[in-house]
């Protein structure tokens, strides 16, 4: 394992965490369920805004 900085996260987190985001995109494709498609929405925005945080990327305007 490498040594990570106070404040830093380790590259493991965000690899776990698309891993995360690209699973929740696989099940929004196949749900047909319209509140678990809102809900996976949700939590896909809510988890692209962290992963953007994460890697210093800016809000996207929209």
């Given at each position: 394992?490498?040594?990570?900085?106070p404040g830093e996260r380790p590259m493991w987190d965000?690899?776990?965490?698309?891993?995360a985001l690209?699973?929740?995109?696989?099940?929004?494709?196949t749900t047909t369920d319209p509140?678990?498609?809102r809900e996976l929405t949700e939590n896909i925005r809510r988890?692209?805004?962290h992963?953007?945080?994460m890697i210093g990327a800016r809000?996207?305007?929209?």
């Open positions: 394992m490498t040594d990570v900085e965000l690899h776990v965490l698309t891993l690209e699973t929740m995109e696989r099940e929004l494709e509140s678990e498609h988890l692209t805004a992963i953007d945080r809000p996207s305007r929209g």
